[in-house]
Nanobody
C-alpha cells in the first residue's frame, strides 16, 4: 500500500511564502507523475502542479510564476514552493501519485494552507 504524507502547511499573510512536502513510501519512478492538487472552500479539487517520471512539469495558469514543484528522488519526496501567496490560494493541498494505468489513485491526507489578506 502506497502512503503519501504531506507536511508544511499553515497560515501566512498575502505575499508570503510556504513550502509543502510530500514523502511517499513508494519510489517516485514507480509512478507516472507526482502532483499537488488543492480544494478551496466551495470549490472543486484542481490540479496545481505535477512532475512526470521523465521530469516534465505542468502548472495551473493561476499559479504559474509563483509556485515551483520539485522532487528529491533519493528521498522519494516532492515539494511545492509557494511564493507571493494570495487569499485565493487558501485550500487544502493534497499530494497525489498517478498510476501508469489508473490515473490519480494515491492520495495524501491533505495539508491546510490559509492565506490571510
Amino acid at each position: 500500500q502506497v502512503q503519501l504524507v504531506e507536511s508544511g502547511g499553515g497560515l501566512v499573510q498575502a505575499g508570503g511564502s510556504l513550502r509543502v512536502s510530500c514523502a511517499t513510501s513508494g519510489r517516485i519512478f514507480s509512478f507516472k507523475s507526482m502532483g499537488w492538487h488543492r480544494q478551496g472552500p466551495g470549490k472543486q479539487r484542481e490540479l496545481v502542479a505535477d512532475v512526470s517520471v521523465g521530469g516534465s512539469i505542468n502548472y495551473a495558469d493561476s499559479v504559474k510564476g509563483r509556485f515551483t514543484i520539485s522532487r528529491d528522488i533519493a528521498k522519494n519526496t516532492v515539494y511545492l514552493q509557494m511564493n507571493n501567496l494570495k487569499p485565493e490560494d487558501t485550500a487544502v493541498y493534497y499530494c497525489a501519485a498517478e498510476s501508469f494505468s489508473r490515473g490519480w489513485v494515491y492520495w495524501g491526507q491533505g495539508t491546510q494552507v490559509t492565506v490571510s489578506s
